[in-house]
């Protein structure tokens, strides 16, 4: 058995496998090379030898117990024919969203579109160096979505004024998402991910009020989506004020937790597998530190399946040798 599936499958307690969000990405300088040489990120995530290739950098460099695929979350407004570009120092920046025109976009053609990720993934889990190590498949949930569809941008420059107030609009573009995100997951199962996580990371943007609308109903869809395909599914719903209730009400494989969050207090309510949780920021600072934090959730979570990881991506400042450190540190727990 793969060794995540493991904890999401058996809840084994005994060990903790450690995978990384952000893992594959610009604290390597493998990474950096490659996309110096390749200004456009989108064209690099469809280079199905180049993103497998980057998939696979940090599996080379450390004993990770699971590759995630070099893509992206806005690949699917790419495919539904939405202009995304990353622009230096900026982010993503995406072109006006046409509702008549993402309606009529057939599976066809957006599976046509994207279909170097899907190939980048039979690569990569077909590769020897995965043989007892888990490929992770991912989508952008509904809600995180469409608030990069709709604001252009990151909400964390600015929020477009009235983002809340076309109900109507907002609820037509969350079911074609939902469309296509259940091809998108079926796509990257067919090639061979083995897990899929859900990144629903400006889910604390909502008031509770507005979260059965926008994170519950259409994550619910997707989470009993991706089970029916005999998967499991771990969601991150970011800085989300009621974890206990998310997970009641989702019922995920495993919950991966942001650095907000109290650890204790999430042992002490939930009962299903927990994944992550320690600032990237740890990181940052000095070896006894760092062993310091990583033993610190370790402990907390020794008698309750969980899966190492962090509370949000690497950061790109990251030194690789504290990376390594902090891999060896899991291990020799
Ligand atoms: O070199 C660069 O500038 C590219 C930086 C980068 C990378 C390495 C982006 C742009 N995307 C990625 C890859 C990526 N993105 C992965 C795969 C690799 C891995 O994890 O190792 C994954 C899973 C994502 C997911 C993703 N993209 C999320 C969800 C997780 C999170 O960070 O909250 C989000 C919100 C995005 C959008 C996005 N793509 C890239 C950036 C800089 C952003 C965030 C923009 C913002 O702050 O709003």
Known sequence: MKPLNKILINNDTSF???WIMRQAGRYLPEF?????????????????????EITLQPIRRFNLDAAIIFSDILMLPYGLGQKVEFVKDFGPKLGELNLNYIDKVSEIDFVQKIDPVYKAIQKVSSDPILNNKNT????????????????QQSPKRNLKKGFFEDKILINRILLIIEK????HIKNQVDSGANIIQ???????????????NYIYTPTLNLVNYVKSLNIPVICFPREIKNYKKFCEIIRPDAISIDYNVDPKEIVKTIKIPVQG???????????????????KYLDIFKDHPYIFNLGHGVLPETDPNMFEYLVNTVKNY
Request: proline share 6%.
């Open 180 to 183: 296509f995100l259940k091809v």
């Open 16 to 18: 903790n496998p450690i």
């Open 277 to 295: 949780g320690m600032n990237p920021k740890i990181l940052l600072s000095d070896k006894e530190t760092l062993k310091k934090e990583a033993s």
């Open 136 to 151: 992770i498949g991912f989508i952008g949930a509904p809600w995180t979505l469409l608030v990069y569809m709709i604001n």
């Open 198 to 212: 859900i990144f629903d990371s400006w889910a604390g943007l909502l008031e509770e009020k507005d979260l059965p």
């Open 32 to 52: 950096r090379k490659i996309r110096k040489e390749n200004p456009n990120f989108i064209n690099l995530c469809l280079n199905e030898n180049l993103s497998s």
